[in-house]
């Protein structure tokens, strides 16, 4: 999983979405008289860009009408004829780190947990942590901004690392063993001062929420956040079954320089259960469009089920006036000057992007089970290709 980066250099269309301006100078013009059917454009995209399947979902509404799109097109694994369907679920990597930070947002809004509540008052009998991680607000773990350490594989040698992928152990338990690793240590910088994208940053606050609320992450997730928003889709890992006789959802792939070797779901098709916080999670797009949706009504005014506007309000706020909220979302603005929020996700087998921009009343979720070079810019493509589509 990777932090989302959002192209500098874009062409801006009415959506509000972007897409790289060397893909756009490169692309053949469709003239609306001439448009072609949606699926059958996406197809040539997806064909362009190698993807074994490709699913989008978006959302745009005005004063006069509102229009939602899903589509798939494409196979649930490379040389088989098993076709990939609009309700299929796939594996959304990072963009699932807004999801914990709207937990937060929830337990916040209940009385269970301050936004500048300490890691040392949060974690009280947790023995050793480092006393400048001790005075840390929980806020600047959401921001990736408290100074936890950026390379989870890599620290201390890779021995806590190694230790997550015991298939017997208890994902809350691996929780807390990079809890009791990562804050052990003096900050990688001074807390506050200095953006550093972090997994174990969010595994941190998803341990924090778990035991604030008294039971696991998974099932905090579940009952706060998919039950009340109907997204019966979702699910942790990689979704679907390796002995199934066809695919029956979409497998993650490892892309190569020769092609695409796909993963067969389990355990090994996706990170240690432990990192779920930072994004372990699988959904179909429009189930993941109706969570978007939530954040896209909220930073309106709109009435939500869930949180005041106040709430979102925080959770989208930039970090020190960055690109990085509070809430899990890469921000940055149009040449209009409109606010955008977004996050792309990958565990290197599949890559995601999700999104919203307030002002022009669109969202909107894409999504490959794959990961090859410039998945993003391809991405940004089918997305902007079915919020301009007119049938």
Same mark, same amino acid.
């Given at each position: 999983?990777?932090?989302?980066?959002?192209?500098?250099?874009?062409?801006?269309?009415?959506?509000?979405?972007?897409?790289d301006?060397?893909l756009?100078?490169?692309?053949?013009?469709?003239?609306? @008289?001439?448009?072609? /059917?949606?699926?059958t454009?996406?197809?040539?995209?997806r064909?362009? *860009?190698?993807?074994? #399947? =490709?699913? +989008?979902?978006?959302f745009k509404?005005?004063?006069?009408?509102v229009?939602?799109?899903?589509v798939?097109?494409?196979?649930?694994k490379?040389?088989?004829?098993?076709?990939v @369907?609009?309700?299929? /679920?796939?594996?959304f990597?990072?963009?699932?780190?807004?999801?914990t *930070?709207?937990?937060? #947002? =929830?337990? +916040?809004?209940?009385?269970?947990?301050?936004?500048?509540?300490?890691?040392?008052?949060?974690?009280?009998?947790?023995?050793?942590?480092?006393?400048?991680?001790?005075?840390?607000?929980?806020?600047?773990?959401?921001?990736?901004?408290?100074?936890?350490?950026?390379?989870?594989?890599?620290?201390?040698?890779?021995?806590?690392?190694?230790?997550?992928w015991?298939?017997?152990?208890?994902?809350?338990r691996?929780?807390?063993?990079?809890?009791?690793?990562?804050?052990?240590?003096?900050?990688t910088?001074k807390?506050?001062?200095?953006?550093?994208?972090?997994?174990?940053?969010?595994?941190?606050?998803?341990?924090?929420l778990?035991?604030?609320?008294?039971?696991?992450?998974?099932?905090?997730?579940r009952?706060?956040?998919?039950?009340?928003?109907?997204?019966a889709?979702?699910?942790?890992g990689?979704?679907g079954?390796?002995?199934?006789?066809?695919?029956?959802?979409p497998?993650?792939?490892?892309?190569?320089?020769?092609?695409?070797?796909?993963?067969p779901?389990?355990?090994?098709?996706?990170?240690?259960?432990?990192?779920?916080?930072?994004?372990?999670?699988?959904?179909?797009?429009?189930?993941?469009?109706?969570?978007?949706?939530?954040?896209?009504a909220?930073?309106?005014?709109?009435?939500t089920?869930?949180?005041?506007?106040?709430?979102?309000?925080?959770?989208h706020?930039?970090?020190?006036?960055g690109?990085?909220?509070?809430?899990?979302?890469?921000?940055d603005?149009d040449?209009?000057?409109?606010?955008?929020?977004?996050?792309?996700g990958?565990?290197?087998?599949?890559?995601?992007?999700?999104?919203?921009?307030?002002?022009?009343q669109?969202?909107a979720?894409?999504?490959?089970?794959?990961a090859?070079e410039?998945?993003?810019?391809?991405l940004?493509?089918?997305?902007?290709?079915?919020?301009?589509?007119?049938p």
């Amino acid at each position: 999983m990777k932090r989302a980066i959002l192209p500098l250099a874009t062409l801006v269309f009415s959506s509000g979405f972007v897409v790289d301006t060397a893909l756009s100078a490169t692309s053949p013009a469709v003239s609306p @008289a001439v448009q072609v /059917p949606l699926e059958t454009s996406l197809e040539a995209l997806r064909r362009k *860009a190698g993807f074994p #399947a =490709l699913a +989008v979902a978006t959302f745009k509404g005005t004063a006069k009408s509102v229009k939602k799109t899903v589509v798939a097109v494409g196979f649930r694994k490379d040389h088989d004829p098993t076709p990939v @369907a609009k309700d299929d /679920p796939f594996h959304f990597g990072s963009c699932g780190k807004s999801m914990t *930070a709207t937990l937060a #947002a =929830l337990l +916040v809004e209940e009385g269970l947990l301050k936004w500048e509540s300490t890691l040392g008052e949060l974690l009280p009998d947790v023995k050793g942590i480092h006393p400048e991680f001790a005075a840390v607000p929980f806020e600047l773990l959401l921001a990736h901004s408290a100074g936890v350490v950026e390379d989870l594989m890599s620290f201390q040698g890779g021995v806590l690392w190694k230790s997550l992928w015991d298939r017997k152990l208890d994902p809350v338990r691996g929780r807390r063993m990079v809890v009791e690793g990562v804050l052990s240590v003096k900050p990688t910088s001074k807390p506050g001062t200095q953006f550093g994208y972090s997994n174990a940053s969010y595994i941190v606050a998803g341990h924090i929420l778990e035991r604030l609320a008294g039971m696991p992450y998974e099932t905090l997730l579940r009952k706060r956040l998919f039950e009340p928003l109907g997204m019966a889709s979702c699910g942790f890992g990689a979704a679907g079954t390796a002995k199934a006789k066809t695919p029956d959802a979409p497998w993650g792939h490892v892309s190569t320089a020769t092609g695409l070797t796909p993963v067969p779901p389990g355990f090994k098709a996706d990170n240690p259960p432990a990192m779920r916080p930072a994004g372990g999670m699988h959904c179909s797009v429009g189930d993941w469009l109706k969570y978007v949706k939530l954040h896209l009504a909220g930073h309106n005014h709109a009435r939500t089920p869930l949180l005041s506007h106040e709430s979102f309000g925080k959770l989208h706020k930039p970090f020190r006036g960055g690109d990085y909220t509070f809430g899990g979302w890469n921000f940055d603005k149009d040449s209009e000057g409109r606010a955008r929020f977004s996050h792309n996700g990958s565990n290197t087998l599949n890559y995601s992007l999700v999104g919203f921009t307030p002002e022009a009343q669109t969202a909107a979720v894409a999504v490959t089970n794959s990961a090859p070079e410039g998945a993003e810019a391809h991405l940004y493509e089918a997305i902007e290709q079915v919020l301009s589509h007119r049938p």
